[in-house]
């Protein structure tokens, strides 16, 4: 059982930037593909960004891509979102997933409980 804590959540105005974290209890984090979806007010909760297990290989929404970048330490079983540019339409929850596909971008079994931001306009 991959446990999940997300951080680094918050407001920030739009064009700023804010950084997620994501911290895994499991010794064998590194052997999942890891990714982070988010969660809209009254929307589904859909894919944002993902890693491989290697950290070699990275994923992007189309939404998102040239601004956010997202990395993963295995020695410190954590991975990262970073946000920059940020838009109104960014505000959402933001969740961490563990062990998703890469071919379909289809979420793991393991979840985090969320990380609320906020971009003001």
């Known amino acids: 059982q991959v446990q999940l804590v997300e951080s680094g959540g918050g407001l920030v105005q739009a064009g700023g930037s804010l950084r997620l974290s994501c911290a895994a209890s499991e010794r064998t984090f590194s052997n999942y593909a890891m990714g982070w979806f988010r969660q809209a007010p009254g929307k589904e909760r859909v894919f944002v960004a993902a890693?491989?297990?290697?950290?070699?290989?990275?994923y992007y929404a189309d939404s998102v891509k040239g601004r956010f970048t997202v990395s993963r330490d295995n020695a410190k079983n954590t991975v990262e979102l970073q946000m920059n540019s940020l838009k109104s339409e960014d505000t959402a929850v933001y969740y961490c997933?563990?062990?998703?596909?890469?071919?379909?971008?289809?979420?793991?079994?393991?979840w985090g409980r969320g990380t609320q931001v906020t971009v003001s306009s």
């Open positions: 997933n563990a062990g998703l596909s890469l071919i379909r971008l289809a979420p793991g079994p393991y």
């Open positions: 890693v491989h297990w290697s950290g070699s290989s990275t």
